[in-house]
Structure formats: C-alpha cells, structure tokens
Nanobody, 115 residues
C-alpha cells in the first residue's frame, strides 16, 4: 500500500503564505492522483485540490488563485502552496490517494491563520 506524511503547517498571519508537503512512500509507482483535503473545527472534511501524474490540476472554486498544487519526483512528493491566507483557511490539512479502492490518508498538518 501507500503511506502519506504531511508537513509544513504552522501559525501564520492573515495575508501570509505556507507551503505544505505530502511525502508518499510504499507502492508510489501505482499512484495516479493525489488530493489535498482540509477539515476545520466543527466542520466536515472538504476537498481542496487534486493533481494527476499527467500534471492535471483542479481546485475547489473558492480557493482558485490562492492555492497551487504541484509535484516532483513522480508524485513521491506533492506540495500545496497557499498564499493570501485567511482565518477561514484554518484547518487540519490532509493528503489522500486511492489505490485499488482503498483510501490512504496522512495524519494531517495543522494550519492556523491569525487575523
């Protein structure tokens, strides 16, 4: 299977930037798609962005223009560049992939944006 580990979260002021990383290990050659999700306190987990091995990206409408997903090492590491951060972006951010019908999630990384 695949293991995912996120990092790069932290405390930032509104208007600032952070870059999150998701490092994949295990059967990474089988990964076709990696997603970022986030979950704010008291809210459901929501999809943020997706990248494919072909380099195709997609974003939640509300985040377009502020967040950028990218990868190197053939999907071994996926990044989420977050700019112009807002307090509403405060959440735990998770990366995710699905192989053979099984979802794999990382442990998450906390992002806190102060006003």
């Amino acid at each position: 299977q695949v293991q995912l580990v996120e990092s790069g979260g932290g405390l930032v002021q509104a208007g600032g930037s952070l870059r999150l990383s998701c490092v994949a290990s295990g059967r990474t050659f089988s990964i076709n798609v990696i997603n970022w999700y986030r979950q704010a306190p008291g809210k459901q987990r929501e999809w943020v962005a997706t990248i494919t091995t072909a380099g195709i990206t997609n974003y939640a409408d509300a985040l377009k223009g502020r967040f950028t997903i990218s990868t190197d090492n053939a999907m071994n590491t996926v990044y989420l560049q977050m700019d112009s951060l807002k307090p509403d972006d405060t959440a735990v951010y998770y990366c995710n992939t699905k192989l053979w019908g099984i979802n794999s999630w990382g442990q998450g990384t906390q992002v806190t944006v102060s006003s």
